[in-house]
């Protein structure tokens, strides 16, 4: 998943299941950039641990060295109980697609 470079709003299309049934694959959301997150938030996290990978996880707590982050899915989720803290990139706020609602 990447955001659109230069779009202060970046949509962002979900791919995988960490975070059903919040987010299901092919969903595509709106990142804000910038926003300070708050626990709870749905958030847009880049790893330390594997540089490149963006992931999508739901904010639990703020750590040393970035967010304690976690996946919605019961089944689990690779996040921060496996990689450890998460640099939050942005706040997702908005599902565009397949049916429109605000997630903050």
Known sequence: MAPS???????????????????????????????????????????????????????VREVDGGWHVEGDNPFGSTDSRTLGAAEVVGVVWYRLWPRPRRLR
Do not use: E, Y
């Open 5 to 59: 470079d230069g779009n202060p709003l970046p949509l962002v299309r979900v791919v995988g299941p960490s975070m059903s049934p919040t987010l299901r694959t092919g969903d595509v959301v709106l990142v804000r950039h910038g926003r300070t997150p708050a626990p709870g938030d749905l958030v847009l996290v880049r790893w330390h641990a594997r540089p490149g990978q963006l992931s999508i996880k739901r904010a």
